[in-house]
């Protein structure tokens, strides 16, 4: 049973940073790609960034978030920085079985329960 876990959200200023981070049991990340997504109130849920063997990110967030991997303590970490009020959302974690990268929600096999972010103005 796979299970992915999201930590880290919170409220924070216009400009500020947080780090969110994904953990992973039952399965490792070793041989799979996570995905970051997020839903905003009202909204559908959007791709935010992929790691794989390569990283991808949305081009609303290109610059600002960065992905990393911690393959020994099967995580993922998502940096947020210069946050916007636009960023406030949901941020979910997936797992694809697959290295390769995808934008798409229905590539992703596992997903988190998701960590609230605010961003305020």
């Known amino acids: 049973q796979v299970q992915l876990v999201e930590s880290g959200g919170g409220l924070v200023q216009t400009g500020g940073s947080l780090r969110l981070s994904c953990a992973a049991s039952g399965r490792s990340f070793t041989s799979y790609s996570v995905g970051w997504f997020r839903q905003a109130p009202g909204q559908e849920r959007e791709f935010v960034a992929a790691i794989g063997i390569t990283t991808l990110y949305a081009d609303s967030v290109k610059g600002r978030f960065t992905l990393s991997r911690d393959n020994a303590k099967n995580t993922v970490s998502l940096q947020m920085n210069s946050l916007k009020p636009e960023d406030t959302a949901v941020y979910y974690c997936?797992?694809?079985?697959?290295?390769?990268?995808?934008?798409?929600?229905?590539?992703?096999?596992?997903w988190g329960q998701g960590t609230q972010v605010t961003v305020s103005s």
């Open positions: 997936a797992l694809r079985n697959s290295r390769l990268l995808s934008k798409e929600e229905y590539n992703y096999h596992y």
